[in-house]
């Protein structure tokens, strides 16, 4: 089990220990971000508003890392297949 504190409250997590590191690295980042916006002294927002702030910044930038390796993903493939055209042309 490890503990991780989000926002000041500490949580108890069972968890591969090989994968601490990052749990521990997702720990800093969110409290970072939701520190981010405490500071901004947003009007009539709480605690919870902060969390859900946070957890909708971190959920688009996951989509867009996403949709960035699919794009990475079709160039792949379509060099792939240039290179098999290029491939069978010299092969003639």
């Known amino acids: 089990d ?3 504190k989000i926002a000041g409250k500490t949580y108890s997590m069972k968890i591969d220990p090989r994968k ?17 916006y405490e500071q901004a002294h947003l009007d009539g ?4 508003d902060y969390l859900a ?7 688009v ?3 867009r ?15 792939a297949e240039l290179a098999r055209e290029v491939g069978q042309h010299l092969n003639r």
């Not at 601490?20 to 981010?36: D, P, S």
């Not at 702030?53 to 959920?59: E, G, P």
């Not at 890392?65 to 060099?79: A, N, P, T, V």
């Open 65 to 79: 890392l996403s949709q960035s390796r699919e794009i990475g993903d079709e160039e792949l493939k379509r060099l």
């Open 53 to 59: 702030i946070t957890a909708l910044q971190l959920a």
């Open 20 to 36: 601490e590191e990052v749990y521990r690295l997702a720990e800093r980042e969110v409290n970072r971000i939701v520190a981010k």
């Open 45 to 48: 927002y709480a605690a919870l």
């Open 2 to 4: 490890i503990k991780l």
């Open 61 to 63: 930038s996951n989509i």
